[in-house]
């Protein structure tokens, strides 16, 4: 069978659950779980990366204040800031981990098949 290009389904985005669609739904059909986890990720990014500016532009006052030596202290802020926002992650897809469905086990290996003990080979 030839199929022509008019012939193929339209071609649909993947779609993406809001959160009011996602809490209206009384089917459950769509999960809640990873669309808080995304937009609290966001939060958590936002914040960490407000607190750090914050942190650097603090150095850079007291390093104006008391010598260049405070600004040994901004790797140290930068690096706490990534370490915060790397355990923010983990724990996000340790969440999202727990909440997925189980996905179906993986098929056995390619076994030869079994012959029927009635059956004999020549």
Do not use: N
Request: proline fraction near 15%; glycine fraction near 4%; charged fraction near 15%.
């Amino acid at each position: 069978m030839v199929t022509y290009r008019h012939d193929l389904p339209p071609h649909q985005p993947p779609r993406r659950d809001s959160l009011i669609a996602a809490l209206l739904d009384v089917k459950f059909e769509r999960r809640v779980t990873p669309i808080l986890v995304r937009w609290l990720y966001v939060l958590a990014l936002v914040v960490i990366g407000f607190g750090t500016l914050f942190a650097l532009l603090w150095v850079w006052s007291l390093a104006s204040w008391m010598g260049w030596a405070m600004w040994l202290a901004a790797p140290i802020v930068v690096g706490l800031g990534l370490a915060v926002l790397l355990v923010i992650r983990i724990i996000c897809e340790r969440i999202i981990s727990k909440t997925q469905p189980v996905p179906p086990p993986a098929p056995p290996p390619y076994a030869p098949p079994v012959q029927p003990p009635h059956v004999h080979r020549p």
